[in-house]
């Protein structure tokens, strides 16, 4: 028999529609987190505004060591996930050559006698989460080392015609950087989500609705969202 075709009769339909509901949350909630309604923008939204009117203060900071201060902090953060992203992408590499051992534990618990392709494909299935989130990791700390760059060419006499222009550029860049940042952070949260279904399609699909929720509610119904709304920055000039 064909091995691929092996692979695919170990599945079955529960697993085909937890995998799709997988995805499925994954690419919803960050596209309606990045494009939500007007009346009702997402935590990742709200910040924008706030970055970018951390910038038109910026312009008129002196000395300006506490914006690289902040900007340092944010690096040291993406450095620490991509750090650990390659340390997660190690051990699932590591497990998938021990998935013999999984396929024992699962029968010692009575999860059934599984194929043990069955249990690579499904950890590679979060690994794949997981290098996502290492590259969005990675290039968010490289975007935040350009608009690191882009700060410090701002001319430091705020009347120079060049100087808040240049700082909403050097936002829009922080922004961009924070954008990949928060997709590698869900990516993180589907991967550990992923891992659910070692126990079944049912722990799968569980998994996966719990992960959306907590996403959703962080993004939607948190209590540091509505601090945010409480005064936020009217919209200025981005540049």
């Known amino acids: 028999m064909n091995?691929?075709?092996?692979?695919?009769?170990?599945?079955?339909?529960?697993?085909?529609?937890?995998?799709?509901?997988?995805?499925?949350?994954?690419?919803?909630?960050?596209?309606?987190?990045?494009?939500?309604?007007?009346?009702?923008?997402s935590v990742s939204v709200l910040m924008k505004d706030y970055r970018r009117e951390w910038m038109r203060q910026f312009?008129?900071?002196?000395?300006?060591?506490?914006?690289?201060?902040?900007?340092?902090?944010?690096?040291?953060?993406t450095a620490f996930f991509a750090s650990a992203s390659m340390i997660a992408i190690g051990g699932g590499l590591?497990?998938?050559?021990?998935?013999?051992?999984?396929a024992g534990f699962a029968r010692q618990m009575q999860l059934g006698d599984v194929p043990t392709i069955k249990w690579e494909v499904k950890i590679i299935?979060?690994?794949?989460?997981?290098?996502?989130?290492?590259?969005?990791f990675v290039w968010s700390n490289r975007l935040f080392g350009y608009c690191a760059i882009m700060m410090g060419s701002v001319p430091d006499d705020a009347r120079d015609p060049r100087a808040l222009p240049r700082a909403m550029q050097a936002a829009e860049l922080n922004i961009r950087a924070a954008r990949s940042f928060n997709a590698g952070l869900r990516g993180i949260y589907f991967a550990l989500g992923t891992l659910a279904w070692l126990a079944g399609a049912v722990a799968l699909i569980v998994?996966?609705?719990?992960?959306?929720?907590?996403?959703?509610?962080?993004?939607?119904?948190?209590i540091s969202r509505r601090v945010m709304l409480a005064h936020r920055p009217e919209a200025g000039p981005e540049g």
């Open 125 to 136: 299935i979060a690994l794949l989460f997981v290098v996502d989130a290492f590259l969005k």
């Open 3 to 41: 091995p691929l075709l092996a692979v695919l009769q170990s599945f079955h339909l529960w697993d085909l529609a937890a995998f799709l509901w997988l995805f499925f949350a994954w690419f919803f909630i960050g596209w309606r987190i990045e494009n939500p309604p007007a009346d009702k923008p």
């Open 207 to 222: 998994a996966v609705a719990a992960v959306f929720y907590l996403n959703w509610q962080r993004e939607f119904g948190s």
């Open 59 to 77: 312009v008129h900071r002196d000395p300006r060591i506490f914006d690289g201060n902040i900007l340092s902090s944010l690096r040291e953060s």
């Open 94 to 102: 590591a497990l998938i050559g021990n998935s013999e051992q999984i």
